[in-house]
């Protein structure tokens, strides 16, 4: 049980790049109001990588208005990471993923002004800082 949960840990960055927004309270890039940003902002190379942060089963995959292209990976033991902006996807809903595997591609989908890959960790639902879990 111990080892799963080691698994399924979101641990890992999720693509390389550097970051332009972190978790907690902003002024919006794109509207100017004041917002709380539930995530980091990843800014990157149109098509880079993204690989899943922690084994587990792949939620959504799919269109959502805001973060565009989104992927939501579903780890076990309450916790679930979210990766927006997304320009295409390696996987489909149901497929069991595991820590490293590239899971889809950087993109600008969304309310994006540039290619980005917005990452969150989600703890039953409630966003948590995902720089508290990133040790590699």
Known sequence: KQKA???ATPYTWPTKGYLTSAF???IHPLTGSRQFHQGLDIATQYGNKVTATGSGVVLEAGH????GNL???DHGFGFTTRYGHLASFNVKPGERVKRYQVIGYVGNSGRSSAPH?????????K???PMNFIID
């Open 117 to 125: 890959l917005h990452y969150e960790v989600r703890y039953y639902d």
């Open 24 to 26: 907690g309270w902003r």
């Open 5 to 7: 949960r080691l698994e």
């Open 127 to 129: 966003p948590l800082n």
């Open 71 to 73: 992927i939501i990976i």
């Open 64 to 67: 959502w208005d805001y973060l």
